[in-house]
């Protein structure tokens, strides 16, 4: 794909300036280095994507459309290991564990969170789900486990009135003999509708952030003895939140079902930076709703946080790499020879390679043509404080939710 424009003018968002883009300069270019179609069915897309941090080479997750995961060791070239086939409904989440490359988590809609060991052909050693004595299991619309893996935390869809958030102990399972209930409990008083995302904190075990359809995000505090207390944070999107993550301890990043990019600080009443699609027009006649936002990756391997973005088109589908700064978007990395419209984005962290994997059902491996002069994080530490992050004072601070 050839560069769109050869020069640079930065886009700001603030105080009434232009929101356009007149032009693009990248600093670099994401060349695919290595390229895997999952299926031979065109109709077979891929969903959502994930990967282990701790080799040089990694293992990479795809849920499909067909309702399976495949899972690939990543080097020089894609090596299949294997088809996970067990899911009777649609998945809603991959993830690998935090401590082990060969356990798979899998969300899927029909209320189960099965956990998969690769070493044993993928086979099911343990399956989370709502097995309360109804005995009707809650469909799942999001998922995630805590950075000690202790807890999973799973986001219902809204059911009889309620949107739950539930939560597993994962030292236990139904497929171990008189095992304890796994159920730990939920909350289903904070959302009124689908939870489209949850989050854990990065660092801090107790802390989950969630996202709904209902326009909010909140954030909780899981040491607390009940929900209400629970509720540290409930920031109101005006919007439908489509995925979340943190940015930092105290800053989260959030893309809406309309493609809007809002900057939380926790502690504030509206967003410090928010995005739209119509920031990624190069000119007036330019469509904003050819364009559309991937993730935003946090890691400090390109210094500030970086949004994936793409143009789809009758021309084609170009993908970039964006800088989020304090006040604009700064274009870092173009994609040369994407191929399909992307749903997911994922960063070994290491290599500084991104994985995509959408619609036409191809999986991408990018590589740097030239390294980027940013600092270099030396401490393991995340990134610096974005705009408008201020530090906790009053621990028992909270914003309400309107």
């Known amino acids: 794909m050839a560069k769109i424009v050869e020069s640079l ?4 968002v603030e105080n009434g300036v232009s929101s356009q883009l007149s032009s693009f300069n990248y600093k670099a270019e994401f060349v695919p280095t290595v390229e895997e179609r999952v299926s031979l069915d065109e109709q077979n897309y891929v969903l959502a994507l994930c990967g282990t941090q701790s080799d040089d080479e990694f293992k990479i ?13 990543a080097g020089e070239q894609f090596r299949k290991l294997m088809s996970l086939e067990h899911n009777q409904s649609s998945v809603v989440g991959i993830k690998f564990s935090p401590s082990s490359r060969h356990i798979v988590y899998i969300a899927s809609s029909d209320g189960t969170v099965s956990v998969c060991d690769l070493r044993a052909k993928g086979k099911v050693i343990a399956q989370f789900k709502d097995n309360t004595e109804d005995g009707k299991l809650k469909p799942l619309a999001s998922f995630d486990i805590s950075c000690d893996e202790r807890l999973v935390a799973g986001g219902t869809e809204h059911i009889g009135g309620d949107a739950f958030i539930l939560f597993w102990d994962v030292r236990y399972s139904n497929s171990k003999v008189n095992a304890k209930n796994s159920l730990l409990g939920g909350y289903w008083e904070s959302h009124m509708d689908d939870i489209t995302s949850l989050s854990f904190h990065w660092n801090k075990k107790d802390i989950l952030a969630s996202g709904s359809t209902d326009g909010l995000i909140n954030v909780f505090d ?22 979340i993550g943190w940015l930092t301890n105290e800053n989260l990043w959030c893309i809406t079902h309309t493609h809007t990019i809002q900057l939380w600080n926790c502690e504030d009443a509206t967003p410090y930076n928010k995005f739209e699609r119509s920031h990624l027009c190069l000119s007036p006649k330019d469509d904003p709703e050819s364009y559309y936002f991937v993730r935003i ?3 400090s391997t390109f210094g500030n946080p970086y949004l994936i973005a793409g143009l789809s088109s009758p ?16 274009p870092y990395y173009d994609f ?5 419209l992307v749903r997911d984005s994922w960063l070994h962290e290491k290599s500084g390679c991104l994985v995509t994997g959408g619609e036409a059902g191809i999986i991408n491996i990018w590589r740097q043509t ?3 002069s940013v600092p270099k994080n030396t401490n393991n530490k995340r ?4 705009g408008a992050e201020k530090s906790r004072n009053d621990k028992n601070h909270r914003i309400k939710p309107y």
């Open 222 to 243: 899981l040491t607390q003895t009940c929900e209400d207390s629970a509720l540290t944070y409930s920031l109101n999107t005006e919007s439908s939140v489509d995925r």
């Open 297 to 299: 990756h946090a890691h």
């Open 370 to 372: 030239e390294s980027l």
């Open 61 to 73: 997750g795809a849920a499909l459309a067909d309702h399976t995961c495949v899972i690939y060791s």
């Open 9 to 12: 003018k930065k886009l700001s």
């Open 315 to 330: 021309k084609g589908d170009d993908l970039k790499c964006l800088s989020l700064g304090k006040n604009c978007l700064e």
């Open 383 to 386: 990134p610096a404080k974005t």
């Open 336 to 340: 040369s020879g994407n191929k399909q």
